[in-house]
């Protein structure tokens, strides 16, 4: 069984653009997104990582590599 401690919190910024944060289990904030257009494009962006996160590898950014290649 999994345990699930942390939370996705979605609202609309001064601005009016939607936005969410990613909450750990103990209501600190790991994680906010871009600004988008529309609810829908928001509740989007949070399933793409809800998707897309668990698998993610960790890597190390690396600035002199990343001017290379730009």
């Known amino acids: 069984m ?21 909450l750990a289990g103990n209501g600190q904030i790991i994680a906010t997104s871009q600004g988008y257009k529309s609810k829908q494009a928001c509740m989007d962006g949070i399933e793409s990582v809800r998707k897309n996160a668990p698998g993610a590898p960790v890597v190390e950014n690396q600035p002199a590599t990343m001017m290379a290649n730009a």
């Open 2 to 22: 999994i345990s699930v401690t942390g939370k996705f919190e979605w609202f609309t910024d001064k601005a009016g653009k939607w936005r969410w944060h990613l």
